[in-house]
């Protein structure tokens, strides 16, 4: 295979753009914390000690964050070899503070965001969802 000219420096010019996107977004995901509204008090304990110490991924330190940012995500099917989960939760948004996502809305789920190592003690195939619509979870059920 021969190389072709300039390759080392396209090579290079994608990681110049890629570093400084993969930075930002550690900082914003470092920055995130979980909120605690008072949104489990009426949950089982192993559950709300679930969401409380689920942690990303990809990123180890960074929370999950919490039933404030978790929606029942049941309708799970991989299309063109990406996978994506449309939501099926019905719970009241208020209850739980969270912004609300109508039922069959559907989000691609990064294959670096998948958790697994946690169990999931909900019933339910779970996504994590920041403000402005970035996965920081996904969790398939499967119980503990």
Not at 4 to 22: E, K, N, Q
Not at 44 to 56: K, S
Not at 64 to 88: N, P
Request: proline share 7%.
């Amino acid at each position: 295979m021969s190389k072709v000219p300039g390759d080392s420096i396209l090579t290079w010019r994608g990681h110049l753009i890629a570093l400084p996107t993969a930075l930002a977004m550690t900082a914003f995901a470092y920055g995130a914390h979980g909120r605690d509204l008072g949104q489990w008090e009426n949950d089982d304990p192993a559950v709300r000690e679930w969401y409380r110490t689920l942690m990303q991924p990809d990123l180890p330190k960074a929370s999950c964050c919490g039933e404030a940012d978790a929606y029942w995500c049941d309708d799970v099917h991989v299309r063109d070899g990406r996978t994506f989960c449309r939501i099926t939760d019905d719970r009241r948004d208020e209850t739980r503070s969270r912004p609300h996502r109508p039922i069959g809305e559907e989000h691609e789920i990064p294959p670096w965001k998948l958790k697994f190592d946690r169990g999931n003690p909900t019933g339910h195939t779970v996504i994590f969802l920041s403000r402005r619509n970035d996965v920081l979870c996904f969790v398939q059920n499967g119980g503990i």
